[in-house]
Every structure is written in C-alpha cells, then in structure tokens.
C-alpha cells in the first residue's frame, strides 16, 4: 500500500493530477496484491473499488454510494443500499461488520457522532452517541494520589477509562428516525461472516502483532487475538461467535439488550473487575445512557455551508473557525504547492486550537460560546492576525461573545491509529456522515461478548483545574469528554455536495479541513483530496507526512519561523461528492474503499 501512496503523491505533486493518474496506473496491480488477496471474495464492483482508489481515481456511481474502512463493511453496506435501504440502515449494516473487521477502531463497546442530511425537508441533524462518564466518577479519575496527571497508558489500559458505549444506541436511534429496512435483517452480515469467519486484513494484523503487551493483559482479549499463542496473522480466518450471539441480541429485542440485562452486567463486571486498574461504571450508568439531538453547527466558506457535529465535540467549531477565518485569503489563487498557502492554513488552525483548549467542552456542563465563536465578524477580526508575512510567534485565545474565564486544558491525546469514519449517500439523496470511535487503537483493551470496550474519558483533561481555575473540558460524572471527531456534511444552497470525516484524534480536524480546502479551493476530485500529502499545524509544530513531498515544503515552512518535523499522519479520509454524479474517495493510507452503483 505505502509503495503506491509514495508513488502517487511523488507523482501528484510533480506532474499534476492527470500525470499522477498514469502513473499511479502503472504501479497499481502490484502493490494492489496484498490488498486483493486479503479480501479475496471480495464482490467485482468491490475489486473494482479497491483498483480505483490504488490507481488514484474516485469511484462513479448514480443512485448511491457508501465509503467507509473495510471493503467487507462496505459491501454490508451496499447490500442494504442496493435493496432499497436508507443512509441510516445502511449505516447499522456497515457498522456492525465494522465492529468484527476493524475491532480495534470502532465498535458497539463505543461511541459515534452522526451528522444526517434530510433530503425531503433539507434539513441537516446532529446526534450525539458520545460515551459518558459514570455517575461515580470524580475529579481525581485521572490523577495519582498525589493529584498529578496519569501517564497516558496507565489511564487507558483497564476499567478506569471506559464511559458508557453510545453507539448500539445511535444505530438504533438513527433507524428508528430515518430507516426503511427491517432492523434485525441489518445483522444478517455482520452474524455471518462473525459465525463462518472473516479474513484478517494486514492492517488488524500489524496492529495486533504492535499491541501484544497491552493487548496479552486480559485473558479474554488475548484468547481472541492470540488464539494459538501468536497473534493473528494476515489472512487468517477468524471468527467471533460471542460477537455474533451479542449481535443477535441486539437484532431480536434492540439496544435495550444491550444497555440493560446480562450483556450490560457483564460490561460492569468486566470495567470494575479490570486487573490493577479498575472503573467505576455501573448499570445504573447504562440504564441511564440517552442518544442526544445537538444543534448543528455550519459555517459559511466560499459560498458553501460547512455543517457538523458541536459540543461535546469541538470537530465543527473548530474547523469551521480555520476555514472561517481562511474565507479572507485567497488559497485558490495561491494553490496547494505555495508555502503561503501553509502558513495561512498553519496559523489559522493554531488560533482555532488555542480557542478550543479553553472554550470547549461539553455544553451540557460548562457554557460553551458556541455562536461566538463561528461568528463571522469575530472570525474576520481572528483573521486579521494572519496578515503577516511570518509564522505568529504566539498564539493565545480570543474573546468571542460572551467570554468566561477556563484557562487551557492541555491537549493529553497521543495519536495512535484508531477510529473510524463512514460516509453514505442513499438512493432518495439523504447524507449521511458518522466519526465512530473506541479512542485509541483497541481502546481499553477489555474485551466482552466479542467486543472492545472504549477508552473514551481519557479524552478529558487528565488535570482539572490550573491555578484554582477549573479546566473546561474536566472530568465530572455524566459529562461527555471533548471529541475531535469531525464528520462534515458541506451544503451549496441547501443541497449536500460534500460527505466527508476522518479518524486521528486532535488531527482529524487539520485532515477534514485540508481535504474540504482542496476540493473546494484547489479543485481537486474526492480521491484526489483524501490522498494529497498532510500538513498539520495544531500547537505551533507543523507536521508535515513523512515520506512525502510535503516535506520539501519544510525549509520554507521553517523560513517563517515554525518548528517542523516529518511524521506519519494516518488518517482515515471517506467522503462523497455529490454533483450530477456520486463520486467517492478513500484514503489510501487505510484498506477502505467507495462503492456505488
Ligand atoms: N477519541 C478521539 C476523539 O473523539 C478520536 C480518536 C482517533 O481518531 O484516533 O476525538
């Protein structure tokens, strides 16, 4: 996979779009085979999918079109789509497999925003199936008798971490509002491949083989994921028939199954009986779990609405403030090979961050100046900043409308690959654009009935409070913990155009923002923009992807006074673009693919 990714974006960046498109042709089929032979029995159109993405070109379709992680997900999804299905069922059907094939990312021990787009009254929905904190928890969750901050792993690994899963009842919310199939047949899928078995793909296997320490903690997860002793290997056949019978459970009677009786028991048992670091959830916190409507946030760019998921998230306010504050400068002109463009994109993204560590957090909780900060005259003033000719030497937050004093909660999130993104569009023009998350790469690592369970609260400030002033985005018991996750649905006079999301953590933001900005600004097609070489700015260090050409704007970047420094950045882009056709883009840094028809 990597030899064709390096191969298309030399060849991008060198000759242009169309040349990359040859190029990439000619070293597809071989470096395609790794890829093909994991997925054999894989459907035609499936390959078919898989070859475009390798060669650098947008999947065509007409009626639908469904992307997400794992080729054998799509197809569930497709399946659905084909049979008349809604976005929403069809998303029921790619997520469940999802949870089988890509366990490590997303699943029903999980959570999940959900961005919808109503074709028949346009209006735009955001749900909420974040995992929240127990009822018991307490400030100190994440800190050491002492009250200092946990090491990351220290917090993660175990009970402690795991808030309640949201996302068996987000599937089961999104179906009732918005699904036409019959629920328990959106299983079928998943139930199978889960009792006959499925093939491992590379990536679960590299990830596997890379986690084995954490991973080999807890019996039961090392049983499923070194089931002869070694971890599981590329193309082995796997099965996972708890997964299948707790599947079942849920397709017979709902997510009531889920959330009360012995699958939510066994949940506690397991969080509070986690080995040297217990948690503290209860069933009365699964009982009480709700799915919540958010008000959408949309931000205006280049005469198009960019809408998405608001607090507990800080995904749409966040990159809503780049591109909002990008709208004054001319990237178009400028193009995604002038260092300029970068520092902009750079600069703008920093002031956005340093405004999310202090103002956002869950609404529910603290007040969050959510109009304020998307507003176009504050955006337009944050704008002004920008207007230099070198890298800002600092940055600080602003005062949007309505200001209370929460100093910075310190970013804690380390970047592992992990999460999952999945975008629809059905037959009737619904959208459909859901970040589905279990944190870090097999989240907590406790394993019940076939599934992970997340380790979402370490998405809080591990320290409440700095200098006696309380930290927004601290822990407290029923709060959902600070998202990044992104999924963006983007409007041109009331019509979608543009499905898109992305995994990696805080990052997800800069990768959401940069592929819209592409699409948009550079006119680059779905594909193209998904795969185009990262260059991420959160905290003053501009990241630029490693082995790419991206790195050759490093000297010039570091011109302007940044700090910069080459690493991977793997994101998970899928995203739709809906014009007189579909077309569909997935990142080719993952084994996902776009299939329509
Ligand atoms: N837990 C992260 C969030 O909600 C996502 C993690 C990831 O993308 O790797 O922002």
Redesign the pocket.
Known sequence: MWTWLIAFLIAFFVSGAATAQQEADTVAPEAGSDAAAAFAGLSADARAAMMAKQAGRPTEAGEWMVAAANPLAVEAGARVLRAGGSAADAMVAVQAVLGLVEPQSSGLGGGAFLVWYDAESSAITTLDGRETAPLAATPRLFQTAQGEPLKFFDAVVGGRSVGTPGTPMLMEEAHRRWGRANWAGLFDDAIALAEDGFTVSPRLADLVAGDAKRLRRFPATEAYFFPDGGPIAAGDRLTNRPYAATLRQIAGDGARAFYAGAVAEEIVAKVRGAGGNPGVLSTVDLALYRVKERPPVCVAYRGHDVCGMGPP?SGALTVGQILGMLAHYDLAGLGPQSAESWRLIGDASRLAFADRGRYMADADFVPVPAEGLVDPAYLAERAELLSGDDALPQVSPGAPQWDHAFLWADDM?I?????SHISIVDAQGNALSMTT?I??AFGSRLFVRGFLLNN?LT?FSFRTHADGVPIANRVEPGKR?R???SPTIVLKDGQPVLVIGS????R?IGYVAQAIIAHLDWGMDVQQAVAMPHLVNRFGSYDLEEGTRATELSQALAAYGYEVGARDLNSGLHAIAVGQTLQGGADPRREGIALGQ
């Open positions: 998230s999130s970047e592992l690959p992990s999460t998350t944190e870090n979402e998405d913990p998202s990044s996750m995994p990696g953590g805080s997800i």
